[in-house]
């Protein structure tokens, strides 16, 4: 059984998550407009993934016998001046998501909760994933910098991108 203070913080990590799912889909949908079909792509995988994110919370919270409840999405950006300040834009938010599982990991040790913070591990090791890929990519950008025909390469490149569902979820 979650205690109260566990649920409300899972509860406020599926609403992020949801949040992250829908700026991710606001950035595929400003480069689709663009004409950078890879970039849009590239962020299409990442609503996905987050999406998933969130139900693989909700699913916990569920099967820990808690109440999920859904809260309002604030607003997310819409426009980006280059896939550089995007992806920029998207390793800083990944920053702040790695912030917040590490607090509910603390919050899940500080109320003796072992079961969360076991699952919590994943989400841990998942961000480190999601910021390297970040930098990665901000680093390509960089080295490419105006060059066309280098932009239209790691266009294609990210256009290759494809969606694998995480394994967690579907054992729950």
Known sequence: ML??????????QINAEFWSAYLY?????????????GVA??????????QAHAEIFMNYVNQRGGRVVLAPID?????????????EA???HEQKVTALINSLFATAEAEHD??????????????VEEEDNCRQLID??????DNGMGLYMLDQ?????????????STE
């Open 3 to 12: 205690t109260p203070k566990l649920q409300d913080a899972l509860n406020a």
């Open 25 to 37: 889909l606001a950035m595929s949908m400003h480069f689709k407009a663009e004409g950078r079909d």
């Open 41 to 50: 792509n590239w962020f299409k995988i990442q609503f996905q993934e987050e």
């Open 75 to 87: 607003a997310v950006p819409t426009t980006w001046e280059s896939p550089l300040a995007a992806f």
């Open 90 to 92: 998207t390793l800083e």
């Open 114 to 127: 072992y079961a969360t913070r076991d699952r919590l591990a994943w989400f841990v090791s998942e961000q």
């Open 140 to 145: 390509k950008f960089k080295l490419i910098g």
């Open 157 to 169: 490149e990210l256009g290759q991108r494809t969606y694998t569902a995480p394994s967690i979820l």
